[in-house]
């Protein structure tokens, strides 16, 4: 079964020092990998997907299928980036799995203090 | 914003008394999905569309149900509310590729 694990439930960080926010997934196969951000009083949105190993907002995020992992990190934190970030898998449908369905951890509230 | 708006965007009920909530899109995105965001649980899918009246269970669907009439609308029914669904709800929806687009919200406070 899909698993999407977030360890930390909150991290705090000051300004300028490096943040990593840890995932951690379970699935056989080969899975799509998302990292969403909810700032404050605003709606979920997609900040990166691993297909893409793009840079948004100065964070990047590599899938390590050895570790099953997809850490998202940035080197300098910043205040806006503090946010509730979640980590999301998407099965292929080959799998038999529910269209478009993505698999949510739990999120990880960031706090970059001044 | 792929055009979703939620409503109500706050609402107070008591146990026992049916709710609904409506997920509007203008982006006739064939996909709509409803989600629960809870403390310590992140969000979790309640149900979802893969199109006019085709709908599923999502991992948390007992005590909802949902009905799709059109391309733009998907609603959620609470038949009847308990204190374990306040929650703030999620409607999102893909028109097919990787991204999902949510609403803003509904906060639902069930006493």
């Known amino acids: 079964a899909q698993r999407v694990t977030q360890p930390e439930k909150l991290l705090s960080v000051f300004k300028g020092a490096p943040v990593e926010l840890k995932c951690n997934y379970s699935?056989?196969?080969?899975?799509?990998l998302f990292w969403y951000v909810q700032y404050s009083r605003q709606r979920l949105q997609l900040l990166l997907r691993?297909?893409s190993r793009e840079s948004i907002k100065g964070f990047t995020a590599d899938l390590n299928k050895g570790e099953t992992s997809f850490h998202l990190k940035k080197p300098f934190a910043q205040e806006e980036d503090s946010a509730m970030y979640y980590c999301?898998?998407?099965?292929?449908?080959?799998?038999?799995?529910?269209?478009?369905?993505?698999?949510f951890g739990r999120g990880t509230q960031l706090t970059v203090w001044p | 914003d792929a055009g979703i708006t939620q409503s109500p965007r706050h609402k107070v009920t008591e146990t026992g008394t049916p709710v609904t909530l409506r997920c509007h899109q203008t982006?006739?995105?064939?996909?709509m999905y409803w989600y629960r965001q809870d403390p310590g649980h992140g969000l979790r899918l309640i149900h979802y569309?893969?199109?006019?009246?085709?709908?599923d269970k999502g991992e948390v669907s007992d005590g909802y149900s949902v009905s799709r009439s059109k391309t733009e609308d998907f609603l959620l029914t609470l038949e009847s509310a308990t204190s374990s669904q306040t929650s703030v709800y999620f409607c999102?929806?893909?028109?097919?590729?990787?991204?999902?687009?949510f609403g803003p919200g509904t906060r639902l406070t069930v006493l």
């Open positions: 999301a898998l998407k099965a292929p449908r080959n799998r038999g799995s529910t269209l478009g369905r993505l698999y």
């Open positions: 699935y056989s196969g080969s899975p799509e």
């Open positions: 691993h297909i």
């Open positions: 982006e006739n995105h064939r996909y």
């Open positions: 569309s893969y199109g006019v009246k085709d709908t």
């Open positions: 999102a929806t893909t028109g097919g590729t990787d991204t999902q687009y």
